[in-house]
């Protein structure tokens, strides 16, 4: 069964106008659709925190793609969420230096703490934890990105504050 056998027509979503102009601005910046598929994905998430089927379903339908493209493409990356996540999407380091440097330690701590698995999200809807192969800082490892801001050279001491202060920062 296909994704569009899948979701029934009335599910289909229709963009804000703000979501299909940027959508558009890509499709002027690009001489093939295929080439906007990330970056038009990324936008919906941008605005909805996540890419529900009926979407990619109506992305299809508005770029005039293929949807089993456009579903390759949601699923391959892993920074396109399929589902919904928390407010603050906690990235830990799972690569080879931050490993090396305590990171598989955070990584089972952060899951005790928050009573999730890699990949859950929290009861309250406050947080979803994802780990990534690498972040880029291995010098600083173990290192964790919580939405858009990097933690250095974290310790499982650390661990209260930093979820802390990331609650205190989205209840504001």
Same mark, same amino acid.
């Given at each position: ?7 029934? *027509? ?8 703000v ?5 558009d ?6 001489? $093939? ?13 941008? $605005? ?42 906690? $990235? ?12 598989? $330690?955070i ?14 999200? *929290?009861?309250?809807?406050?947080? *979803? ?13 173990p ?30």
């Amino acid at each position: 069964m296909t994704l569009q056998n899948q979701i029934p *027509t009335n599910e289909i979503v229709e963009f804000s106008d703000v979501e299909k102009a940027q959508i558009d601005k890509l499709l002027l910046e690009n001489p $093939h659709i295929s080439g906007v598929s990330i970056d038009a994905l990324k936008i919906i998430q941008n $605005h909805r925190s996540w890419v529900s089927d009926a979407c990619i379903l109506s992305l299809s339908q508005y770029l005039d793609l293929p949807l089993s493209d456009l579903e390759s493409v949601a699923t391959f990356y892993n920074l396109i969420f399929r589902q919904p996540v928390g407010k603050v999407v906690l $990235h830990p380091c799972d690569g080879i230096s931050c490993d090396l440097m305590g990171g598989e $330690h955070i990584r089972k701590c952060l899951s005790n703490k928050l009573e999730i698995n890699n990949g859950q999200t *929290t009861k309250d809807n406050q947080f *979803t934890l994802i780990s990534l192969p690498c972040l880029g800082a291995c010098d600083k490892a173990p290192v964790m990105i919580a939405n858009e801001t990097l933690f250095e050279l974290i310790q499982e001491k650390n661990l209260p504050l930093i979820i802390n202060n990331l609650k205190e920062a989205i209840s504001k």
